[in-house]
């Protein structure tokens, strides 16, 4: 089955500085990845989301990009701001077709003001 | 709008008590259900997932069991629980067909005692 990897497990940045998460994927049949975002104590929140298709992804301060070569796939925060402080998660398809998603571990990150 | 309702929001069961957590979604049709389990440090872990009424698919073999009675309700139950049971809870949702944004209820935080 598919396999996420994710890093770093936490980050702390300064506010207006940019954060950068990391995840690696095993099942190259995978062609959907999504990102969530969990505050405290909340839901997890889809943030943005990218398909194999596509190799860069932007949403204002916020985007992912994929490297399906390497099975890789990153977001990138700019402009950090407290409110960004949250615990971040990556996710990919089980494959090509699939109703599943697995999970990184998340990354829970700390935006200093 | 689609919705999505889980409960109870929080739950204290003793060692070998039953358990039923339910979830609902409104406002869609047929869609995918899935329930997670969050454990600190350890990402979120699909548990169950449901394409259709009676159609149920476990990824982790446990003590759990998870049943779709109609369209749009989905049932986590256990007979007994362990304490390794504890934790936080998400049912989730999606539109029908395969990789497509999984929508999160606000969890249920279980702690077996």
């Known amino acids: 089955g598919e396999n996420v990897e994710q890093h770093p497990s936490t980050l702390s940045v300064q506010e207006g500085d940019s954060a950068v998460i990391k995840c690696t994927y095993s099942d190259s049949a995978s062609n959907y990845f999504p990102w969530y975002k969990q505050e405290l104590g909340k839901r997890p929140q889809l943030i943005i989301d990218i398909r194999s298709n596509v190799g860069e992804k932007k949403d204002q301060q916020i985007a992912v990009t994929l490297n399906k070569t390497a099975k890789h796939f990153s977001l990138h925060i700019t402009e950090t701001q407290p409110e960004d402080s949250a615990v971040y998660f990556c996710a990919a398809s089980s494959g090509a077709g699939s109703y599943q998603l697995t999970f990184g571990k998340g990354t829970k990150l700390s935006v200093i003001p | 709008s689609q919705t999505i309702h889980q409960w109870p929001a929080t739950l204290v069961q003793p060692v070998g008590s039953p358990l039923s957590l339910e979830c609902t979604v409104e406002g869609t049709s047929n869609p995918n259900l899935y329930w997670y389990r969050q454990a600190a440090g350890r990402g979120l872990q699909l548990l169950f997932y449901s394409v259709g009424i009676g159609q149920i698919s476990s990824e982790v073999p446990q003590n759990l069991s998870a049943s779709r009675p109609q369209d749009r309700q989905f049932i986590l139950s256990s007979k007994k629980l362990l304490l390794s049971d504890s934790g936080f809870y998400l049912c989730?949702?999606?539109?029908?067909?395969?990789?497509?944004?999984?929508?999160f209820g606000q969890g249920t935080r279980l702690t077996v005692v």
């Open positions: 989730a949702w999606s539109g029908p067909g395969p990789n497509t944004e999984a929508f």
